[in-house]
């Protein structure tokens, strides 16, 4: 019996670039990358948004929205980085492993540097288009961080930085709150926050590589909305949560939500989506 490899495998960049790595490989790469890296080398990630993709797409219609896109991952190729450094995290955000940065000013020049390639404005027959490119990175502190934590530190970098406006670069910095955010602390606030209903689905939606338009399915993302730190991302909170058996309820509650959801979208008419659930092993048993 031959058994097909898993989807992850089989698929590791996103429909919309055939060759930008998707979340999943993203994240993969840079832990083999923390991996063969020397004790005195340190590595930062950069991420880029590209912003109001909402309007852009009202101003330029779907397909050409895609083809600003495509144009800016070839810019992001252009600047030599290399294909396993390059991922799409969907909704116009790059993803970007940058090795061997030997400081904060290095690291500083090359984000400015990729963000004004992506300002340069695009051209669509007779007419220019400009975007707006927002920020965050972080610069690998410690030689046993971990990939994961890595991203969500960039991510949480340019959240900052888009509460303080679109444009410009936020690098990650440690501060008390964040040292703070330890595992068995994060145990205890997952438990509260399960009790409190403090977890929240968002959609992230997902379309068709080709012969197809618009948006095919729902990949659901959940959130912690934190009194103390905001909103976090899964891969902060996740492992914490597998750890202390606690995912089960979680992904209870995820699963009933999405359900929920997809249920009032075909009700409501869209009888053709679909809604994508992340699952960890300890749910299948």
Known sequence: MIRRPPRSTLFPYTTLFRS??????????LQNQLKKQKNTQRLAVLLLKVENLRKINEELGETRTND???KAARRLQQLHFKPDQLGH???????VICPQIENRREL??????????LRASYRFEQEKYSITVSMGACLQAQSNESAAKLLYQAENAHTTQQQKGRSGLQIFQVSPANASLNRSQINKRLKKSLKAKRFELHYQPQYASSGHRGIISMEALVRWRSSRHGLIRADAFIPAAEDSGLITPLGIWIVNTACLQLAHWRKSGNRSMNIAINLVPMQLN
């Not at 995290?89 to 993803?95: E, N, P, R, T, Y």
């Open 20 to 29: 930008l790595l998707n979340r999943q490989h993203f994240l993969s790469q």
């Open 89 to 95: 995290l969907g909704s116009g955000f790059f993803a």
């Open 108 to 117: 500083i020049e090359l984000a400015y540097s990729a963000a004004r390639s």
């Open 68 to 70: 600003l896109l495509k």
